[in-house]
């Protein structure tokens, strides 16, 4: 998928869950409105929170979407962050793998692997970068950060100070082209 289909992808299910470009959005609170919603649906939405030492998790990893099964797994400590609007990485985290949840896992001829850090992979067929390209767009939707800096962007939408500046920048790439 490529940048514009994810932003507009975003910017659908935004608007589907009511939410504003200018609205903050608490991903700990959706996470649970998720699974209200899909199960009134007959669907599942099913989130765990881990220990952060569980064998589901890769080193470093803050959380994992099980393709297999549409679970996803949360580190405590990512989930508390998220709770508490820390402006740390916990809410990016989480609407990462809510990207991989509603780009991978529900399109159901979509199979996803890892491959080796040194195997390259254009940008949009690398499911990585799709949840991170969703993950910002929904979060800090593309029509209001253009108007903004890195610390208006940091504060408006409580994310952490390198993912405001990683959007910043990549808004500004997209505006000079």
Sequence with gaps: MSRAAIRSYAKKIRQLLGYKNTDFIHAPKLFDALSILFAEQGLDFDYRIMPDDHEVFYDREEAYTDMSTGIIYIKESVMEQACRRSYRRGAFTLIHELGHYL???????????????????????DPEWQADTFASEFLMPFEECIKMDEEEIRKTYHVSRMAAEVRYNKIQEEVIR
């Design 103 to 125: 780009l991978h896992y529900l399109q159901n001829d979509v199979r996803l692997t890892r491959v080796a850090d040194d195997v390259y992979v254009p940008p949009y067929c």
